[in-house]
């Protein structure tokens, strides 16, 4: 019996000379299960970092692009815009528009301001107020300079409804 406790003290001296040497079976072990935790913990956070530089941006992206093309369709079906839909002049008067010299289009009337188109119509470069209106020619002919002929201004309405190309000088 006194050779086996021996051999239990021996081996109780080895394994208390392991510890001193940091050969510990539990903290090894320990220390190997850490560093599996960190290497797994490294690779979720990779994962996580291009989650975040490669998926979120687009999806963000989409999101608002999405949420901007319903804004826009609410808002555009909420507005009817009956005098930009005409196709005649009859059709736009039919529709109770307004001819706006200054905007130069079909308007409601909702939309006009009478205190700001006749300042417009009174505060022009010419010696009565009016302003200066030039019609394009299509001639090839002429030099580009010259390819403008002067108009009245109540004559502007007439070539504008007629969808021509119409010109204001300012002086």
């Not at 040497?21 to 990779?46: A, F, P, T």
């Not at 196709?87 to 001819?99: G, H, L, P, Q």
């Not at 302003?131 to 009245?152: A, G, K």
Request: hydrophobic share 35%.
């Amino acid at each position: 019996m006194m050779e086996e406790q021996k051999q239990s003290i021996g081996l109780l001296v080895e394994l208390d000379e392991c510890k001193h040497l940091g050969l510990d079976y539990v903290s090894i072990h320990k220390q190997l299960r850490n560093s599996y935790r960190e290497s797994c913990s490294i690779k979720r956070n990779l994962l996580t970092l291009i989650f975040l530089v490669l998926v979120f941006p687009p999806a963000f992206w989409g999101t608002l692009d999405i949420s901007s093309r319903l804004f826009y369709l609410i808002r555009t079906d909420s507005k009817p815009s009956i005098c930009w839909h005409a196709t005649s002049n009859a059709e736009a008067i039919a529709m109770n528009c307004i001819y706006n010299h200054l905007a130069v289009k079909w308007l409601l009337r909702s939309f006009i301001d009478d205190e700001m188109d006749f300042d417009f119509e009174n505060l022009g470069t010419e010696p009565d107020g009016t302003w200066l209106y030039f019609r394009r020619v299509d001639d090839p002919t002429q030099h580009p300079r010259h390819s403008y002929i002067r108009i009245n201004a109540a004559d502007i309405d007439t070539y504008s409804k007629e969808s021509e190309d119409c010109y204001s000088i300012l002086g």
